[in-house]
């Protein structure tokens, strides 16, 4: 197979799976008829308008809030297509379920570290030590939510379909044909994850906070909440050198933690749930013209 021109990406939603290709996106969701659900749409980027967002540095950033807005619509119509007709959320519903999580996540992770170590600002007088710990406390926190909610049988699920997710990549990845039998083969680890991402933001949070000295808290809550893009821009790129020079010993260390968590967020799929992720993934082949090129392999 040909060395790849793309790194083919997604997520793992309720039921389903979303599969992102360079210009479209698909979702498939297993109905509760146990028929497959798929739809598919471009991807709308403003880069086409703006080339200079596409550029290093910028091009994270971009990626971040496309994800995020790709990312929400699939788990929408997962959400409506993984239940039955009269148990539907409407628009406003879900918009609303989403902006609550997202303020849960923030008030969580970002603000409540900073909160909490600013009560032994008396006790610790080196704000150095302080973000340090704040660094700690907030991976620490990462971690225990993600080991915690692992636990729940309808998450349990989702984290499958996320091992179905990479083993598909994989074995598109490596010229397999995609076939559930053979798909199932691949490890359900894979450096381009989501999870290293944001394993990475945390890291680089420990650090760039660390340097950021504030006398008033809501200078430090707004520093926090702001600096987060320009950190997921830096944490793209090294999640990219990572999955462009998967031989370099650097590159392996900078990985490993994160795929190590996979082992917390991906749990081994079933056949029906890599047959899900592969109609995902067939379909962002069909609608970029690589669908028989594919097969041909």
């Known amino acids: 197979m040909s060395a790849q021109d793309h790194f083919y990406g997604g997520q793992a939603v309720i039921e389903g799976v979303m599969m992102r290709g360079r210009g479209h996106w698909a979702v498939a969701v297993r109905r509760p008829d146990q028929s497959v659900h798929i739809e598919s749409h471009e991807v709308r980027s403003i880069a086409r308008r703006f080339p200079l967002l596409a550029k290093p540095g910028l091009r994270g950033i971009l990626a971040l809030g496309q994800a995020l807005s790709i990312g929400t619509r699939a788990l929408s119509v997962s959400a409506n297509q993984s239940v039955e007709d009269d148990k539907r959320l409407t628009p406003r519903q879900m918009a609303f379920s989403m902006s609550l999580a997202f303020v849960m996540f923030t008030a969580l992770f970002v603000v409540g570290p900073y909160l909490g170590l600013r009560l032994f600002r008396r006790e610790v007088h080196s704000g150095l030590v302080r973000n340090l710990a704040e660094g700690g406390v907030r991976i620490l926190l990462f971690l225990g939510y993600l080991a915690l909610i692992g636990r729940i049988k309808d998450i349990r699920r989702v984290f499958q379909y996320h091992g179905a997710e990479h083993k598909t990549i994989s074995a598109y990845e490596h010229g397999d044909p995609l076939k559930p039998e053979m798909v199932d083969r691949w490890s359900t680890l894979h450096v381009r994850c989501g999870t290293n991402f944001l394993l990475i933001v945390m890291l680089l949070t420990v650090l760039v906070y660390a340097a950021f000295g504030s006398r008033g808290i809501l200078a430090g809550i707004l520093f926090r909440v702001v600096a987060i893009p320009a950190i997921a821009g830096i944490s793209y790129e090294l999640l990219r050198l990572g999955a462009k020079f998967t031989r ?50």
């Not at 650097?250 to 795929?259: E, V, Y």
């Not at 029906?272 to 109609?279: E, L």
């Open 248 to 297: 370099s010993r650097a590159m392996r260390a900078l990985m490993a933690p994160g795929l190590w968590l996979q082992k917390i967020t991906t749990k081994p799929p079933d056949l029906s749930q890599i047959q899900v992720a592969i109609a995902a993934f067939e379909e962002v082949l069909r609608r970029e013209g690589k669908l028989a090129a594919a097969s041909a392999d």
